[in-house]
């Protein structure tokens, strides 16, 4: 958080999912690249900042379905739609972000995250926000990777760092299906894949040649830390 004056005060709502409080913590960042002071508030009665971004789903009971509500607005209502609206509080601007689910407060909140590093004038940190309505046309946007080059997804499971900013970046350009295929046409790398990661004591014969117990278990993990991502 940035020294001086409150500029931006941030209120999500409690209970809020992974999705969003993940964007949260994006919109952080930006503020703080642009050394723009921030604070998190209980309620919009509670903000001290000359702006306020309000987090949350707009069916729920937070402060960004009571500015839905009081505003009037028709929000989309499919599955993960946006709803992205400049509103005025108590002569304060606001900035309301969010959706009909979790992914669609996040959507929102990485696209002010976005924005906020366009804006000329770093007291005028949301300048650039842009009102958004809008639901996808496509239900499953998807990215498919495969396991037949070993090296090439080896070098991918164990890099959490690679990991993050690839995941990042899809969460900004919206896809929100990940597939990993396994024994592609049936051979070579990975087929079957099961050896890779644990160890079946009824079938001692399936064994990967050259790894190690060690190595097995590192697969392992670094699988789950991939799902859990």
């Known amino acids: 958080r940035a020294a001086g004056p409150v500029v ?33 508030a209980p309620s919009l009665g509670a903000a001290r900042g000359e702006w306020i971004v309000a987090a949350g789903v707009e069916s729920g009971n937070g402060a960004a379905a009571e500015l839905v509500r009081t505003a009037s607005l028709t929000a989309p209502t499919a599955a993960e739609s946006v709803l992205i609206k400049k509103l005025e509080w108590r002569t304060k601007p606001v900035v309301l972000a969010s959706g009909s689910d979790d992914t669609g ?36 946007r998807g990215i498919t990777i495969f396991t037949m080059q070993q090296r090439q997804f080896e070098n991918r499971l164990h890099d959490e760092t690679l990991l993050a900013r690839y995941f990042d970046m899809l969460a900004r350009n919206r896809f929100n299906v990940f597939q990993v295929l396994f024994a592609y046409e049936m051979n070579g790398y990975a087929c079957p894949a099961y050896p890779y990661f644990v160890d079946v004591p009824e079938v001692p014969e399936v064994r990967v040649a050259g790894l190690t117990k060690a190595q097995r278990e590192r697969n392992l993990a670094d699988l789950n830390r991939l799902i859990e991502m």
């Open 8 to 40: 931006v005060s941030l209120i999500e709502d409690r209970g809020a999912g992974a999705p969003a409080r993940h964007s949260l913590e994006k919109l952080k960042s930006a503020l703080q690249e642009r050394k723009i002071a921030f604070e998190e």
């Open 105 to 140: 407060v996040m959507y929102a909140l990485l696209e002010i995250a976005d924005r906020v590093g366009w804006a000329a004038d770093g007291a005028k940190p949301l300048s650039e926000v842009r009102d958004t309505a809008e639901s996808p046309k496509i239900a499953e």
